[in-house]
């Protein structure tokens, strides 16, 4: 499902006035790659939002909330904690809104607020890994009883062994392999080299096959 | 030939294009390389399997808007190098702060500062050169001869008995009231006298 969603008056402040931004909020697709409307469109609620105009932040929200939520999840492993988690992230990203230069895009700024906030909070308290509550589960009515309960076993114990990783690779297989960023985006977001993040993604999964290998 | 790097195992599970063609041949040559990347294609499966399970399409409303009633707490960022007013107690309570500072500095110098020296009372520094001659002729002076005749026998003790004594500090104040040549006269005699008696 998505819907368009056209702010019907221009933001006061925003340069040029007669801009009008459309806001598209794809809720199928939340790992898609930003597209060059989308990132002009981002720098320019970042413009209105620094004008003082609060909607604009207010749309920053709505299209970026399901990224930084999803993330947030992976590394929290419950829904409370990472709704606290995101929203944490969007309040230090408004606070520190004059800071962003536009020199990536907004969402990898976003993102790398978003794993600074995670590892810092996520890493000082042990994980609350939400158990298999059906509400939580994808729809499995069509699957057999036993496929489905071995799924869910198999799908707790990988969450549990990225919890177990040290925090750079974390970052980087959840980055990868949970929001499909590329390498050189996820170098951005964590401050390091490309190649140091194929490192850390190879010794993630290195490690987590050990550790699945060891709760098997 | 080297086994894969660890950016080159990556590379290779993600997509085996992005080898080179000697580093692909290698792959197909080395059964350890395969293996291990195999191992590793299996746990990336098997953590992308992992699908998170979805909030209730509510909650991205009900996120939004508690987002929006944080924000509401917080003051609008501002941008970069823009001007803000800042009110006008702001700037008064800085102006105290600075004149406070100003005069803490202007009393500390001028009342607190260590009293300069007082100035010798040698009253015109005479230069050395034409002190000479007065040096040199000291000898010749009559009324220094007159001086030095009458108390060449004179007993410090006996002058002292008879009431013929310094006050305390006066040699000090005479002292101070030589000037270069006189000081430099005196510390001779001093020398000489101390020699004859053997000190």
């Known amino acids: 499902m998505s819907t368009d969603r056209t702010l019907d008056r221009p933001w006061p402040g925003l340069r040029p006035r007669h801009w009008r931004v459309t806001v598209t909020r794809d809720r199928t697709n939340s790992a898609a790659r930003p597209d060059a409307r989308q990132l002009a469109d981002d720098r320019a609620l970042v413009e209105a939002s620094l004008e003082g105009n609060r909607e604009a932040f207010d749309v920053i929200v709505e299209r970026h909330q399901r990224q930084i939520y999803q993330l947030c999840y992976r590394f929290a492993g419950n829904h409370e904690d990472a709704s606290d988690l995101a929203q944490d992230v969007f309040i230090r990203a408004y606070r520190g809104l004059h800071s962003f230069k536009g020199q990536a895009a907004f969402s990898t700024w976003l993102y790398r607020i978003a794993v600074n906030v995670c590892l810092n909070r996520v890493g000082a308290r042990a994980q609350k890994w939400t158990t298999l509550a059906a509400a939580d589960q994808p729809d499995l009515r069509e699957e057999r009883a036993d496929t489905k309960i071995l799924r869910g076993e198999r799908a707790a114990a990988v969450r549990a062994a990225i919890a177990r990783l040290p925090k750079k690779q974390r970052a980087a297989l959840i980055l990868r392999v949970y929001h499909d960023l590329p390498h050189d985006e996820i170098a951005a977001i964590v401050g390091t080299s490309v190649g140091a993040v194929k490192a850390n993604f190879f010794h993630a999964l290195a490690n987590l096959k050990k550790l699945l290998s060891t709760t098997s | ?199």
């Open chain 2, 1 to 199: 030939m080297k086994h894969l790097s660890r950016a080159e195992f990556v590379d290779l599970i993600e997509s085996s294009a992005a080898l080179s063609a000697a580093r692909t041949l290698h792959v197909e040559q080395c059964a350890q390389c395969r293996e291990r990347a195999e191992a590793l294609r299996a746990v990336r499966s098997m953590a992308r399997a992992d699908e998170m399970p979805e909030p209730s399409p509510l909650f991205w409303d009900h996120f939004s808007a508690r987002v929006a009633a944080e924000l509401r707490n917080e003051p609008a960022p501002v941008a970069p190098g823009r001007w803000t007013p800042v009110p006008f107690a702001t700037w008064a309570v800085a102006g105290a702060v600075i004149v406070l500072l100003v005069s803490t500095v202007v009393w500390r110098t001028t009342l607190h500062a260590p009293s300069p020296e007082a100035p010798a009372r040698v009253s015109v520094p005479v230069d050395l050169a034409v002190s000479d001659p007065i040096v040199d002729d000291l000898d010749n002076d009559e009324a220094w001869a007159v001086v030095r005749a009458a108390t060449a026998d004179l007993v410090w003790e006996d002058a002292h008995d008879a009431g013929i004594s310094a006050h305390p500090g006066a040699v000090e104040n005479a002292a101070l009231e030589l000037n270069a040549a006189e000081r430099i006269e005196l510390e001779r005699l001093l020398d000489e006298d101390m020699k004859r008696n053997g000190a």
